[in-house]
């Protein structure tokens, strides 16, 4: 089978994609597979329309390729991918639509507000953000609505430390996503459906040194412990699992995903 990996782009997360791209290339091809790793450029769509290959394996994160346009494209020239359709990609990259989408099928979610830039500045940002801090007390989570890997992110613990906080999530979108701050122990279940619907797989506990699990946490080499499975009891673990294939069904997910959650208490937290 010949495996076309599609990884890089231009976003700010280019270098992760390159990153898994190369990973996933080397375990397939420990597995026998014909795989070559593309990039997302102009050379894309020809290569495609001359040499198709058995399916794509789309790994470009952040805008173009999370957002449903690569999805889009491979539709378009029917070429067979692994992984969520357009729609399904658009509603899960914009946060606050998740948020929105998960909440209507039972799942708690950070309580919380997303605040275009034009808004944030028109309406007077000293007045917005003493509103919100206000309303959803301290500390706060802010991160761009759009996008990963923790680009933009600030855990806010003061009313000062805000607007900075805002600047960084706009640097990375035209939107920022203000929540309530949920401790806790954060865990991520990855949901796999080989075609006979989603099974959840164990949680995997995310432990970072700097107690936030930013960019740095997430690809510096020993800047956080991973625990498989995650140290939580079995009525925990059962409750993420289900929680988690919820939502990749609510969000019309496809193939594979992964759900992030805080567990308080007895609480299952929607990140």
Known sequence: MSVMVIA???SAERDVSLRSGRRLAESLREEGEDVSVVDLDASLVPSLQNDPPDVVIPLVHGAAGEDGSLADVLDALDIRYVGSGAVACRQ????????????????QVPSGYSLPHGIFRDLGAPAVMAAIVDRLGLPLMVKPTCGGSALGATLVREAEQLPPAMVAAFAYGDSALLERYVP?????????D?????QAWPAVE?????????YA?????????FFVPA?????????CAAAAVTAHQ?????DWSRVDFIIDGDDIVFL
Do not use: M, N, W
Request: proline letters at 3%; a negative charge.
């Open 8 to 10: 890089g782009g231009l």
């Open 92 to 107: 899960t990259f914009d946060k606050a639509i998740a948020k929105g989408i998960v909440a209507d099928h039972g799942l």
């Open 184 to 192: 806790g122990v954060e865990v991520a279940v990855s949901v796999v």
């Open 194 to 198: 080989l075609g006979h619907g989603p």
């Open 206 to 214: 995310i432990v970072p040194r700097s107690g936030i699990y930013d």
């Open 217 to 225: 946490a997430r690809y510096t080499a020993g800047e956080t412990e």
């Open 231 to 239: 140290r939580i009891s079995t009525s925990q673990a059962d409750a």
């Open 250 to 254: 609510a969000l019309g997910l496809r």
